[in-house]
């Protein structure tokens, strides 16, 4: 099991004033699953990648993912675990402007491999971005930088992917090769991927969808049959 | 305006109040330094200008010549409201064990002079019915604590002639105690004045009158009279007229009021500079991160207008902060530097007032700097496009590669971390710019206070070490021979003795003329180096005369040019000029003892011995037996005036302290504010990789690898500009008086750089600090931090 959170409870303020953005949630996510997170505003989506990336702590509960208890972890073990088990994508990219599309890639490579540049150059292969590898992020369309992005997010080859809207930024063909790209990437790297989003249609293409409201777990469904990411239509 | 954006306008302030505290203590220390000296400046000319008035202190003075013609002539010109005669003598004084070569100044007896009058401060003024009582400056008085009542005696031709104090007084000739332009520096041990009665001082100067003091009506300088008189007086035999700004005492006083007026406009331009890039950076970055909100007030119905007002309280709330109180700190200040100066100089007359448009032109100064640094930024800010800055699109961040990785390719191989930290210094080329301004501002601040110690420490090194090679001069009682001289090596402690001639003279060339003093040297002279402005260390020439660089443009002469020296009693020779010296003090001639002899075509006597000490020497023993023999008048120890000026060094380190100081404030300013503004900029990038797992510490030395490269650029350009400033600043305290040539130790370039460094590094402290707090979830998420 690569994810798994027991009793999690997320509270943000006190007294009066609290506001629970996670209620006691259970969930267990297996190596290479795919898993789509759905929910309205404020639901509480955001806050449960962020206890699972290690970038927020959570109130109350268990949270295990690699293998490790996030609760037990101080300040190292906290960038240690992220740097060698998670890789993040973002609705808004978060690209380094002076920076390549290849050395942004790298800038995250180098922290754990020797060969940084060799490999980002591959991953940026692999999102077929190797003729933009040496533009800066102002010279790339939306499109290229979320591919930078996920390069960035795949080079260290973590088991853990978190997706936080990674086609909110996006119009529609892009979205959908955003999606394909992600779902065929980790299938490959056999990683559990996470991906919140608003957009209900792109559950069709995860194995698992998770609806969430008011910070609980409303629904769990599996999806047998998932489509093909370019199929999605929405 | 309406009062929510009042309201916003000071919730933002308040949000960025480090960075608006140090804008606002910027622009309040340029003020209060505009403040204080300006002020100090325009009251300490008060106090000279009454002091003058009140006191008649003459317009012109005359030596030489037949000074009661030269009185008749004068006194009929239009414009002269007063002209006399006096007798002054420099003759030897002896209290108790100590001998001095003082001067004596005829005064009227029973009523004050129509000219050159003195402040009686305690006694009684000179009495016809009391001949030997006589009148002290205060700077000797003080010195011996002589007081009504106490007697000491002054050479009379060959004998002592006892004389009673009768009183201690001030006068505006003697504010500073110096004997003329050329010892503009003494010690009390070795100068002091003594106001007489005429009939004492005639005998003392050999029985007629030698001096005509002048003064104008109202006391006012009028230039064409005195360019007319200076003829009229010089046909009639003058041979020295000096007008009331080149009076020796006069003279040093107004370089130090050059001074504080220089120093009323350019410290305070360089603080309010200071203040106004950072200021500049501080609100360009609000507006940035305003943007959607700027598009949202002007989607609103708020007019450009508005909003330009609104980002120019941004500007104008640190500038009224900063500058009213600046001002009125400032004026206060001037206040108490002004009584200060005056009770420490013993000028006669403090005028301390109040100048109102001192203090309007200070505000103005500080609201001005601050308000021009926020009109770009609000500029900007009111023509932000609504819809484009309501979607939030922000100009993308530009990517290029750096100029060093352009210069030096192996570079590109660098690490990207590394690449980023050298890309993050042309990211924002204006602020980059801006920071390095503050350093170089900060470093021209150091180095020019700094710059001043070391100079003035190489220049009485030169003066007191290599140029006065002597360790004291022996003054005699009358002219003495060489054999006389040659005696005093008889007196255990002397290694050596050379005779010396010091005589006043001028020296005329092309229309002009220059008084100073001529010393006659022996030929192979070992007690004075001669430091030629073309050719460095030289000997003394067997031919010609060696004149002070200061003689070659007010004179119009060149290396072999002729010149007149015309002595006291008006005898005139014909010389050439052998060579210019260097010399930090004064401005003198020099010749050879057998040139001088071969122009007047007699032998010369001595006026002085110029001795050396032997080694291990109880130099106080031996000053006490050289000064006991009868025919020495004075002993002046070379190491005393040394000592003397190295003890008023002191002042001057408190004085670079507080500049040091005050330099640290304004690079603090402006580096914390770029340096705030950079990281506050990086946010979400250092959100997104702590996100990816960057640790902090690297973080943080990525940061200030990017931040003490930019500090660093300033360094160099800081050290060229400050150099320039340093000595153009040392320049403008040049004259015939002193010759300030900048002299910078290595170790001070090193040691400004360090601190440099160091305030750049306690600078980016509460940046680096804010990284710890940097919540990465709400950051990623933010459309634009």
């Known amino acids: 099991m690569t994810i798994k959170m027991a009793g999690v409870w997320k509270t943000f303020g006190e007294g009066h004033t609290a506001v629970h953005a996670l209620r006691d949630i259970d969930l267990t996510g297996p190596q290479g699953e795919f898993t789509v997170i759905l929910g309205p505003s404020g639901s509480g989506k955001t806050t449960l990648l962020n206890l699972v990336g290690a970038i927020d702590d959570a109130t109350e509960g268990y949270i295990e993912a690699a293998g490790v208890d996030l609760a037990e972890l101080d300040i190292d073990e906290t960038v240690r675990y992220r740097r060698e088990n998670v890789g993040f994508v973002f609705q808004f990219f978060n690209l380094i402007p002076t920076l390549t599309a290849l050395e942004n890639v790298e800038l995250v490579a180098d922290l754990t491999a020797a060969n940084g540049a060799e490999r980002a150059a591959e991953v940026l292969e692999r999102v077929g971005l190797g003729d933009r590898m040496n533009h800066f992020p102002a010279q790339l369309s939306g499109g290229e930088q979320q591919r930078v992005a996920i390069a960035r997010a795949l080079v260290k080859q973590p088991p853990i992917l978190l997706c936080d809207e990674p086609t909110g930024e996006l119009d529609f063909e892009t979205g959908r090769m955003i999606l394909d790209l992600l779902r065929r990437v980790s299938r490959e790297l056999k990683q559990t991927v996470l991906l919140v989003t608003h957009n209900a249609a792109i559950g069709d293409m995860a194995d698992r969808v998770l609806k969430l409201r008011s910070g609980e777990i409303v629904d769990d469904l599996r999806n047998d049959h998932p489509v093909a990411a370019t199929e999605l239509t929405w | 305006m309406v009062k929510p954006l009042h309201r916003k306008l000071l919730r933002d302030i308040r949000r960025h109040r480090p960075q608006f505290i140090a804008i606002t203590i910027t622009i309040f220390l340029g003020v209060t330094i505009f403040g204080a000296s300006y002020d100090s400046f325009q009251n300490l000319q008060a106090s000279y200008d009454t002091t003058a008035t009140e006191y008649h202190f003459a317009n012109l003075t005359v030596v030489g010549g037949d000074s009661d013609a030269i009185e008749a002539a004068v006194g009929e010109v239009p414009g002269v409201e007063f002209a006399e005669t006096r007798a002054t003598a420099d003759v030897p004084f002896r209290l108790d064990d100590t001998k001095l070569l003082g001067r004596a100044v005829g005064l009227p007896t029973d009523s004050q002079p129509d000219v050159n009058q003195v402040e009686v401060l305690t006694g009684e003024y000179l009495s016809s019915s009391d001949p030997s009582g006589v009148l002290v400056e205060e700077h000797m008085a003080d010195h011996f604590a002589l007081q009504p009542g106490d007697r000491f005696e002054i050479m009379s031709g060959t004998e002592w002639e006892a004389v009673t104090v009768r009183g201690v007084v001030a006068s505006p ?181 109040f100048y109102p448009a001192t203090l309007l032109g200070a505000v103005a100064f500080g609201l001005v700097a601050s308000l021009l640094a926020a009109l770009a930024p609000a500029l900007v800010a009111s023509r932000v496009p609504p819809a484009a800055a309501m979607r939030g699109e922000t100009p993308a961040g530009r990517g290029r590669t750096s ?305 003490m490269l930019v500090a660093a650029m300033g360094i160099p350009i800081g050290l060229v500009v400050g150099y320039f400033a340093a000595k153009s600043a040392m320049n403008s305290f040049s004259s015939d008086l002193f010759a300030m040539d900048l002299y910078i130790k290595p170790t001070t370039y090193l040691w400004a750089s360090l601190a440099i460094i160091l305030v750049a590094l306690v600078s980016q402290w509460p940046g680096l600090r804010a990284i710890r707090r940097i919540s990465i979830p709400e950051i990623v998420k933010e459309r634009s931090a």
Request: net charge negative.
């Open chain 2, 173 to 353: 000739e003697y504010i500073w105690p110096a004997r003329d332009r050329q010892e503009i520096i003494t010690t009390p041990d070795n100068f002091g004045v003594v106001f007489t009665p005429e009939t004492l001082a005639l005998e003392l100067a050999g029985g007629t009158p030698n001096e005509v003091v002048i003064y104008y009506n109202d006391g006012a300088e009028n230039e064409d009279i005195s360019v007319g008189l200076t003829e009229d007086a010089r046909a009639l035999g003058a041979t020295s007229v000096f007008t009331r700004e080149e009076q020796p005492s006069n003279a040093a006083l107004s370089e130090d009021l050059k001074g504080f007026e220089e120093m009323a406009l350019f410290f305070p331009i360089m603080f309010l500079t200071a203040a106004g890039m950072a200021a500049y950076v501080m609100i360009s970055r609000l507006v940035h991160s305003q943007r959607p909100n700027i598009g949202v007030f002007i989607a609103n119905g708020f007019t450009r207008r508005q909003v330009l007002r609104h980002y120019l309280g941004y500007g104008l709330i640190p500038g009224l902060i900063g500058s009213l109180p600046g001002a009125i700190v400032g004026v206060l200040l001037a206040r108490s530097i002004t009584r200060l100066y005056t009770d420490l100089l013993a000028i006669p007359v403090t005028v301390v007032e």
């Open chain 2, 403 to 707: 100029l060093v990785e352009r210069l030096v390719p192996p570079l590109r191989k660098a690490p990207a971390a590394w690449k980023m930290v050298l890309r993050g210094v042309g990211r924002n080329p204006r602020r980059t710019v801006y920071t390095i301004i503050g350093v170089v501002l900060s470093l021209m601040l150091v180095l020019v206070s700094w710059g001043m110690i070391d100079t003035i420490q190489n220049l009485m090194d030169r003066q007191f070490v290599e140029i006065q090679q002597e360790d004291a001069t022996v003054y005699f009682t009358e002219p003495a021979s060489t054999s006389d001289v040659a005696e005093l090596l008889n007196i255990e402690g002397v290694a050596s003795a050379e005779p010396a001639l010091t005589v006043p003279i001028s020296i005329g060339a092309n229309g002009e003329h220059y008084e100073t003093a001529l010393l006659v040297l022996e030929d192979q002279t070992e007690m004075h180096g001669l430091l030629s402005v073309t050719e460095g260390w030289i000997d003394l020439p067997d031919q010609g005369v060696v004149l002070g660089q200061a003689t070659q443009s007010l004179l119009n002469i060149s290396v072999g040019d002729s010149v007149e020296l015309t002595l006291a009693d008006g005898a005139t020779v014909t010389d050439t000029v052998a060579a210019f010296v260097d010399e930090p003090l004064g401005t003198m001639a020099y010749i050879s003892r057998s040139e001088a002899e071969a122009l007047t075509g007699t032998q010369l006597p001595a006026t002085s011995a110029l001795i050396a000490y032997s080694d291990g020497v109880d130099s106080a023993a031996l000053r006490n037996t050289i000064t006991e023999l009868p025919q020495v008048a004075a002993f002046e120890d070379a190491n005393v005036l040394y000592d003397m000026v190295q003890q008023y060094m002191v002042l001057f380190y408190a004085f670079v302290g507080i500049m040091l100081l005050f330099g640290g404030a304004m690079a603090f300013a402006l580096i914390f504010n770029s340096m705030s503004v950079n990281i506050a900029e990086r946010t979400r990038e250092v959100a997104t990789l702590l996100a990816v797992g960057t640790d902090r510490r690297s973080i943080s030395k990525y940061i200030t690898a990017e931040n």
